[in-house]
């Protein structure tokens, strides 16, 4: 039965170990944190939608039907709309608020959980439960107004550790299958923490949409269908960039199968030097790391972390770190921890 109001919630999320592994069939290891994006909706009459950014105070309004491009948060809007009404669960009339207090272009997947929210909102005023939704089509829905709408051509990764994270566990997915398989993640006196290092990125404007390109081109030359399936041996054979980018694909897989076993031993310091050799190879093979991260980066280690790297696509956003027992974290860090998943939220 359609509602007259609805309300969803959609977390960000940290990915622990696995970047630019999910578009090449790797291995991943995020989780879902606190912050996140919440969309409030009131079915109307009218056959538009009515949209609030609170944290911009800017307004969109279109038509149901209007498939006009837009930029920045009404991309999206857009975008979810027309999707859903693609794929069967067309919404109707609404005026929704946008709230939430994940900033912005610092690499803890705002985008995601804004496209998260807004499909659990609206198919929600349509009388469809968020635990009614397919949550691997919802991801895959949300992908495409990445890609399609905001022209931004990311992995599934962002997508399912929103829809999927759980409290005090990280997910393992596996991107050639989409399997996923919760993880512990006992952190006892550690500490997790990400500092935006004061760079915005925007994944369709980056070179983001370039590293996916280059690992495309190496998976052709390598005659495999994913990057990941490559042999190693066989990786040498490529010209630069190519082999770079390929070996951070097929080492970054390792780490995630390294960290996994190490949240199994509950061996954290272990975990913390995973993070400082990802970072590493983000740096120096995927070449998507910046000055002003590497500044931030740098200070979280002389801060005393134990384990540092940059998270998200690259090119600006934040970095997380890893701070053992008794040693307290830079002033402003954001303290962060597994928490549960996108859902609607109660009358």
Not at 88 to 114: C, M
Not at 245 to 266: F, K, N, Q
């Amino acid at each position: 039965m359609a509602r007259d109001r609805a309300a969803a919630f959609a977390p960000g999320r940290v990915n622990l170990i696995g970047e630019h592994t999910d578009y090449n069939g790797g291995l991943a290891l995020p989780f879902s944190i606190a912050q996140g994006v919440t969309v409030r909706g009131q079915r109307s009459d009218e056959p538009c939608i009515s949209a609030h950014a609170e944290d911009l105070d800017e307004h969109d309004r279109f038509a149901l039907e209007d498939r006009s491009p837009a930029r920045g948060w009404r991309a999206f809007v857009r975008g979810v709309v027309a999707e859903l009404g693609a794929a069967g669960l067309a919404p109707g009339g609404a005026r929704l608020q946008i709230g939430g207090d994940l900033p912005r272009g610092a690499g803890l997947s705002s985008s995601a959980a804004l496209e998260v929210a807004l499909c659990l909102t609206l198919t929600a005023l349509r009388g469809r439960d968020g635990a009614e939704l397919d949550r691997l089509q919802v991801a895959q829905l949300c992908s495409r107004v990445e890609s399609e709408w905001v022209g931004a051509r990311t992995g599934l990764l962002d997508q399912l550790a929103s829809l999927f994270g759980e409290p005090d566990a990280a997910l393992l997915i596996d991107f050639a299958t989409l399997a996923i398989e919760p993880v512990p993640l006992r952190l006892g006196g550690w500490q997790l923490v990400v500092v935006d290092s004061g760079e915005r990125h925007a994944h369709a404007s980056s070179g983001y949409n370039e590293r996916r390109s280059e690992c495309e081109q190496a998976s052709r030359l390598l005659g495999v269908r994913l990057l990941a399936e490559a042999q190693a041996e066989e990786v040498g054979r490529l010209a630069e960039p190519l082999r770079s980018r390929a070996r951070h694909v097929l080492g970054e897989s390792l780490r995630v199968e390294e960290a996994v076993a190490a949240l199994r031993a509950d061996d954290l310091q272990a975990l913390a030097a995973l993070l400082n050799a990802s970072h590493a190879s983000l740096r120096d093979c995927y070449e998507v790391s910046t000055p002003a991260m590497e500044r931030t980066v740098r200070g979280l280690l002389e801060a005393g972390a134990a384990g540092a790297r940059m998270i998200g696509g690259g090119f600006g956003g934040s970095a997380l770190a890893a701070f053992a027992p008794g040693i307290e974290p830079p002033a402003g860090a954001l303290y962060v921890r597994p928490g549960d998943g996108a859902h609607v939220l109660g009358d």
